[in-house]
């Protein structure tokens, strides 16, 4: 003898028989994924020389992992001319000591501060060229172990304890910078 089901019924058995079988084939593929994708290894965590490397690309550009006694800038410097780098955004967090500088626009120059020992929170910035040189131009806000915050216009920086972490976003189209008569001061062309 043959039951004949009412419609919601029939329905909610298909729907049924469908769930189960995505959930059958999403775990079939992901077994089949795991038995062929390679375990990622990582390298054990040593102290850094100077033959460690700086960076990794990534999809958008570079992740950079500076360590104690590498300058920001010249590790920057020395990516953007070893990968010719076009031009990019970057930012970044880590500890060092950082140079601060505030434009004095009566002296077309900055007033520096220097803090040592400082986390740096936020660190932005681009990079470009100037006089077929990479041109570098950060800004950040440190704190210390007070909590005091301070910020500006990077104008050095030092990695000390810990690291520094920089994401370089490329950008395809070669950027300049140069000086702004009417201000003195270095500007990103566009």
Not at 40 to 45: E, N, R, S
Not at 82 to 90: G, L, Q, T
Not at 175 to 185: K, N
Request: hydrophobic share 40%; proline share 4%; aromatic share 6%.
């Amino acid at each position: 003898m043959h039951v004949q089901l009412h419609p919601k019924h029939r329905v909610c058995k298909l729907m049924l028989a469908v769930a189960a079988a995505v959930m059958i084939n999403t775990t079939g593929m992901q077994l089949a994924a795991a038995e062929t994708t390679p375990a990622a290894t990582t390298a054990p965590m040593q102290c850094a020389t100077e033959a460690t490397p700086r960076y990794t690309k990534t999809p958008t550009g570079y992740l950079m992992v500076l360590r104690m006694g590498d300058n920001a800038f010249k590790e920057l410097t020395k990516l953007a001319i070893a990968e010719k780098i076009p031009s990019a955004s970057i930012t970044g967090i880590g500890f060092g000591n950082v140079k601060f500088g505030f434009w004095n626009k009566d002296k077309k120059d900055f007033d520096a501060k220097t803090l040592n020992s400082v986390e740096m929170a936020s660190i932005t910035g681009s990079v470009a060229w100037k006089n077929d040189q990479p041109s570098i131009h950060m800004h950040g806000v440190a704190g210390d172990a007070t909590f005091q915050a301070y910020g500006g216009h990077i104008l050095d920086f030092e990695v000390t304890t810990g690291s520094m972490e920089i994401t370089v976003i490329v950008h395809q189209r070669r950027l300049e910078r140069g000086i702004d008569p009417c201000i003195g001061a270095n500007v990103l062309g566009i």
